[in-house]
T-cell receptor, first 114, second 113 residues
Framework: AQSVSQHNHHVILSEAASLELGCNYS??????LFWYVQYPGQHLQLLLK??????LVKGIKGFEAEFIKSKFSFNLRKPSVQWSDTAEYFC????????????FGKGTRLHILP | KAGVTQTPRYLIKTRGQQVTLSCSPI?????VSWYQQTPGQGLQFLFE???????NKGNFPGRFSGRQFSNSRSEMNVSTLELGDSALYLC????????????FGSGTRLTVV
């Protein structure tokens, strides 16, 4: 069965630090990849998505992710985090055809110290 | 345009009861998916409906069921509630099935006592 692994369950950083959240998936075929964010008290929002083309994807709020097919990875990055980035981040994958379900990782709680 | 609307926002039920949750997708969205969110487990897929048909189902017991109406609104039902069913139930809609990405509702927080 397909799965998504997020390596860090809880990350604490100071403002202005660089961020990289790891995400690996287990599926050898074509995938669509997503990062979602859930700010405290808010609903899940799409940060960015990869369907095809340039493996470096830019999303909202300065986030980007790089799809490395050989490593089955889709890591999320931000060069300089802000206190407002405190949230839970979910990596998700949709395998094969676009009519399949989206599988989520267990999430990474990011806490930014002011 | 209006987002995904889930009702009610909060529910408290006792073990053994049943519950029905409702989800109204974004206008024009025909696919509705349901997820269970719990601390430490993240989001676990329940099922997906498209054009009133269940297209995908997760690994949940038969106590969890759902349906979709002709206007794309969806309901989820849980019968014979157990304490472990306490969770945030999220509904997500999309234009078509799966891969175009979801728009999530705020969820229904179910507490089973």
């Amino acid at each position: 069965a397909q799965s998504v692994s997020q390596h860090n369950h809880h990350v604490i950083l100071s403002e202005a630090a660089s961020l990289e959240l790891g995400c690996n998936y287990s599926y050898g075929g074509t995938v669509n990849l997503f990062w979602y964010v859930q700010y405290p008290g808010q609903h899940l929002q799409l940060l960015l998505k990869y369907f095809s083309g340039d493996p470096l994807v830019k999303g909202i709020k300065g986030f980007e992710a790089e799809f490395i097919k050989s490593k089955f990875s889709f890591n999320l990055r931000k060069p300089s985090v802000q206190w407002s980035d405190t949230a839970e981040y979910f990596c998700a994958v949709n395998v094969g055809h676009r009519d399949d379900k989206i599988i989520f990782g267990k999430g990474t709680r990011l806490h930014i110290l002011p | 345009k209006a987002g995904v609307t889930q009702t009610p926002r909060y529910l408290i039920k006792t073990r053994g009861q049943q519950v029905t949750l409702s989800c109204s997708p974004i206008s024009g969205h025909r696919s509705v998916s349901w997820y269970q969110q719990t601390p430490g487990q993240g989001l676990q897929f329940l099922f997906e409906y498209f054009s009133e048909t269940q297209r995908n189902k997760g690994n949940f017991p038969g106590r969890f069921s759902g349906r979709q109406f002709s206007n794309s609104r969806s309901e989820m039902n849980v019968s014979t509630l157990e304490l472990g069913d306490s969770a945030l139930y999220l509904c997500a809609s999309s234009l078509s099935q799966g891969g175009y990405g979801y728009t999530f509702g705020s969820g229904t927080r179910l507490t089973v006592v």
